[in-house]
């Protein structure tokens, strides 16, 4: 005799369970994905006064002709992009952005991720240390650029009394056109590696144990660990940490037009300080909008390729 068994279907655990659907029976969206937009539009709308409109205008005054009494004398077409592209000094101001750029955050970078190793290490006080060195990223930097004009001073800096006391000659870092650009590119890694460091630190204590216990068993050192355990898997924090500072560092103004104002011999006319020169002093709004453009397009291209470059991380992670 042959017995049949019947085998009865066992529930889905609630934790496998397919997530409901977001969708009405019509297709349409629910209550409470109704519900979301009307907190939606407040946000919508400051975008849109803030951001869209600017921009909108900001294209159409670069297409026009904008005179200095004020009056527009009609479209011009891309007039203002071919007086650009064909200026030697936006060639100029787009290689001071970018050398100030690149030199800055491989700079920081590199110290941010030395200094956040030591602030990672738990030692009594380290979070009010902390503290005392976020100072420098939270203060204005029109303060920090006024400081450092006193500490670059030619006759009672301090920089150049330290100079002086081993034995070398004074500098005016400020006034050479070899040494100015350099002497903000000091200011800007003093101001923010310690911000770049904190990030990084905060990194450091969120990685898991688990890989370098791994390595610790096959024998590896702390250096080996350091550098092919650690750094791999702090590379995404790494990364948004560069793509915070590089949007800051492609739009870099305040400290550089306070200490320089572009000079000397614009060998610190970045390009923001180029575009607000065009518009406020030659009173050139139409050819300062185009500049203003081509800036923004480069903060767009470069936050894209860190964007990428997180997302391709992500993946491998």
Known sequence: ?????????????????????RRGRGGGATPVARGVWPLLVPAMVVTLALVVLPVLYTVWLSLSDRGRDGTNAGFVGLDNFARMVAAPEFWNSVRVTLVLFAVCLLVETVLGIALGYLLSIDVPGRKVFQGIMLIPAITASVAVALVWMLIYDPTLGAANQILTAVGLDPVVWLGDPDIALWSIALVDVWQWTPFMAL?????????????????SIDGASGWRKAVHVGLPLLMP????????????????????????????????????????????????????????????LLVVVLAGVFTLWRRRISVDH
């Not at 019947?6 to 997530?19: I, N, Q, V």
């Open 199 to 215: 990030i990084i630190a905060a990194g450091i204590r969120s990685l898991p144990a688990e890989p370098f216990e791994a390595a």
């Open 237 to 296: 924090v790494i990364s948004v940490a560069m793509m915070l500072r590089t949007v800051d560092l492609v739009r870099f103004f305040d400290t550089v037009y306070i200490m320089t104002q572009g000079g000397p011999v614009d060998s610190t006319n970045t390009l923001n300080v180029y575009g607000y020169r065009a518009a406020f002093i030659d009173q050139e709004a139409s050819y300062a909008a185009a500049l203003q453009l081509s800036l923004l």
């Open 1 to 21: 005799m042959t017995t049949v068994t019947t085998r009865t279907r066992e529930p889905t655990p609630p934790a496998l369970a397919p997530p409901p659907s």
